[in-house]
C-alpha cells in the first residue's frame, strides 16, 4: 500500500474511497489519532461484490484441493502468531481495550485459523444408500458462493476470523465489511492474505458506515450469504433486505446472559468469575454474565462482596499496566449505557457501585465504571434490555425450577453459567436452559471446536466448530444410475 489512505482492498488491489473520502479513527481511551481510512461509497462496495462474483465464477480459489485451502489457512495462522504484537497494538489502539486483552484476541484468532485449516478437507461430503445397487447417491458440499461479512466493533478480528477463515475454508469469496469505528486490523489481515497470494477477488474489504458500506452486503442480487455480528435491531433489517432475494443469512446478535449462582457453589471461584462475567473486556461482549441469578441464603453476602470488588477495579488505556479494564468505544456508546442505567434505576434497581465515568484521569477516554445494580425484577428494562456495558443486574432466587425460569425469561439465548457443587443440578439446569453456550462453574471459555450462537434472538446459525464450516456450504445431492435404462412411465404410443 502506497496512498496510506487507500486502505479499501478491492480485486486485489488497494484503493481509496471512490469518493476520496476519508475517515479519522481515535483511541477510546484517550481520544489521540489512531488512523485515517477511506470511507467506501456505494460504488466502491459495488466494484467488491462484482470482484468477488468475478472470482468466485472463475474457480481459482473453490477449485483448488480443500487441502490446499487448508494450508492456507495454517499459513495465515503461523503469521498472526509471528505479528501478534504488531496485530494486537492495532487492536488496542482501535478499541481501546487492554493490550493483553488484545493479544488474547490474537492468540484466539490464530488458532480459528488453525482450527478450520485442519478441518478444510475434513468435509467430503457422504455416501447415502439409495437402495439400488445400480445408483451412486453421494451429498457433496458445494461453496455457498460470494459472502457478505459485516463486524462489530468490540472484538475487531474475532469476529471477522470467525466468518473469513471458514468462508475461506469452503472456497468461497467474501466482502467484508468492519465496523466503522475499528478498521485496522481487518486492513492488516487483508495485506497477510494478500501476502500469501490469495487470488485476486477472493477477498475484498470495505470500510465505512453500515447504512453505505454495509447495507448493500444485505441486499445486493450477487451476494448468497450474508453473515452478520452486532445488535439485535441492525440484525432484523439485514434479514429482512435479505430476504427479498432469499439469501441465506446467518445472525450473531446480542445476549442478556444469566449467570446462576446456587448457595453450594465454590463461593471465592463464583464471586471472582462474577465480576470477570460481567466486567470482562468493560462487558462489551456478546455472552457477557451481566444477569446475575443468585440463590435468596447468599444473596446479600454475596453481592456485598461482589459490590466492593467492583469499586476496586481500576480502569484504564491499553498500555497502562496497572488497568484491569478499559473504555467503552464512543461517547454515543456511553450515552447509550448511562441511559440504561438510568432507566433501570429508575424502575427500582437500586445503584450499589458505579454508574459514573470514573474520574478526572478518565476524563479524556469513554470510561464508564464498573456498575451493580441490585433489587432488579423481571419487569426493569435494566434486566430485559442488553445494556452492552459494565454493567451487572442483580435479582434473587429459591428454588432451582425458579432460576431456571428467571434465566430463560429473555427474548434472548446466547450464553449462560451455573454455578453449583452438585453435579444433579449443574445437569438439569444447564439442559433446561435456552441458551446456546452453557458454562458450568466457570464462565467465558469458549472453543473454535465448539459451535457457538444463539436460541431465540440471540440469532439464527452457528459460528466455530464443523456447524460453523457447513454455514458457508451448501449440500447437494448426486444421484448417479449406473446402468440407465427407459422408465417406462410414459409409454411410446404403439
Ligand atoms: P451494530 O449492529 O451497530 O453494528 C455491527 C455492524 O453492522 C457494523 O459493522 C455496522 O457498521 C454494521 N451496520 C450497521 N447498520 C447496518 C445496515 N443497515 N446494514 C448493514 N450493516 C450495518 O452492532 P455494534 O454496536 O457494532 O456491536 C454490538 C452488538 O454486537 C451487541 O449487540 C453485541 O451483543 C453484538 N455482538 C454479538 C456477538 C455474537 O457472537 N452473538 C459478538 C459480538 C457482538
Redesign the pocket.
Known amino acids: 500500500m502506497t496512498d496510506p489512505t487507500a486502505t479499501l482492498f478491492i480485486d486485489g488491489q488497494w484503493v481509496p474511497s471512490s469518493s476520496g473520502e476519508t475517515r479519522e479513527i481515535t483511541c477510546p481511551a484517550d481520544g489521540a489519532a489512531v488512523g485515517t481510512v477511506s470511507e467506501a461509497t456505494a460504488e466502491d462496495v459495488e466494484r467488491a461484490i462484482l470482484a468477488a462474483r468475478r472470482a468466485f465464477e472463475g474457480r481459482a480459489w473453490a477449485d483448488r484441493p480443500a487441502a490446499e485451502r487448508g494450508d492456507f489457512l495454517l499459513s495465515v495462522a503461523d503469521v498472526l502468531r509471528a505479528r501478534k504484537a504488531e496485530f494486537a497494538r492495532a487492536e488496542a489502539l482501535d478499541t481501546g481495550k487492554r493490550l493483553v486483552e488484545a493479544e488474547g484476541d490474537m492468540d484466539d484468532i490464530a488458532a480459528c485459523f488453525r482450527y478450520f485449516g485442519k478441518i478444510a478437507d475434513q468435509h467430503p461430503g457422504r455416501l447415502v444408500d439409495a437402495g439400488d445397487a445400480s445408483v451412486i447417491s453421494r451429498v457433496v458440499h458445494e461453496p455457498v458462493g460470494v459472502c457478505g461479512l ?6 475487531p478480528l474475532l ?1 471477522a476470523a ?1 466468518k473469513v477463515a471458514p468462508a475461506l475454508a469452503a472456497g468461497d469469496a467474501f466482502v467484508l ?5 475499528t478498521p485496522h486490523t481487518a486492513i492488516l489481515l487483508m495485506e497477510v492474505l494478500d501476502g500469501l497470494e490469495l487470488p485476486a477477488g477472493v477477498a475484498n474489504l470495505v470500510l ?4 453505505v ?3 448493500p ?2 441486499s445486493h442480487p450477487e451476494i448468497d450469504l450474508v453473515s ?8 432484523r ?2 434479514a429482512e ?1 435479505a430476504a427479498r432475494d432469499i439469501k441465506t443469512v446467518a445472525l ?4 442478556k446472559n444469566p449467570n446462576i449462582v446456587f448457595a453450594d457453589a465454590d463461593y471465592e471461584a463464583a464471586l471472582d468469575n462474577a465480576l470477570n462475567a460481567g466486567f470482562l473486556d468493560s462487558g ?4 457477557a454474565g451481566t444477569r446475575l441469578i443468585v440463590q435468596d441464603t447468599i444473596a446479600e453476602r454475596f453481592v456485598d462482596d461482589l459490590v466492593a470488588r467492583a469499586g476496586d477495579i481500576v480502569m484504564g488505556g491499553p498500555f497502562d499496566e496497572a488497568a484491569q479494564t478499559g473504555p467503552l ?1 464512543s461517547a454515543e ?1 456511553r450515552e447509550k449505557v448511562t441511559d440504561y442505567v438510568r432507566r433501570g434505576i429508575e424502575a427500582g434497581a437500586r445503584l450499589r457501585t458505579g454508574g459514573n465515568h470514573g474520574g478526572p484521569e478518565h476524563a479524556d477516554g469513554y470510561f464508564y465504571a464498573p456498575t451493580v445494580l441490585d433489587r432488579c425484577t423481571a419487569e426493569n428494562p435494566a434486566v430485559i434490555e ?1 445494556g ?1 456495558g459494565p454493567v451487572i443486574t442483580v435479582e434473587t432466587f429459591s428454588t432451582e425450577a425458579e432460576a431456571i425460569a428467571i434465566a430463560n425469561d429473555t427474548e434472548y439465548g ?1 450464553a449462560g453459567a451455573v454455578w453449583t457443587s452438585d453435579a444433579g443440578v449443574a445437569n438439569r439446569v444447564s439442559r433446561r436452559l435456552r441458551h446456546g453456550t452453557i458454562w458450568i462453574n466457570d464462565y467465558h471459555p469458549y472453543l473454535p471446536q465448539a459451535e ?3 436460541f431465540g434472538k ?2 439464527i446459525g452457528r ?1 466455530l466448530g464443523p456447524s460453523g464450516l457447513e454455514e458457508y456450504t451448501v449440500p447437494k445431492h448426486i444421484y448417479e444410475n449406473t446402468e440407465p435404462a427407459v422408465s417406462g412411465w410414459f409409454p411410446r404410443p404403439a
Open positions: 459485516i463486524t462489530p466493533w468490540n472484538f469476529q470467525w465489511k468492519p465496523a466503522e469505528l465505512g458506515a453500515g447504512a458500506a454495509g447495507a452486503l444485505s452478520f455480528t452486532g445488535g439485535l435491531a441492525t440484525g433489517r439485514i433486505a450473531e446478535l446480542g445476549g462489551l461482549v456478546c455472552s468505544i456508546h442488553e452492552f446466547l457457538w450462537g444463539g440471540s440469532g459460528e
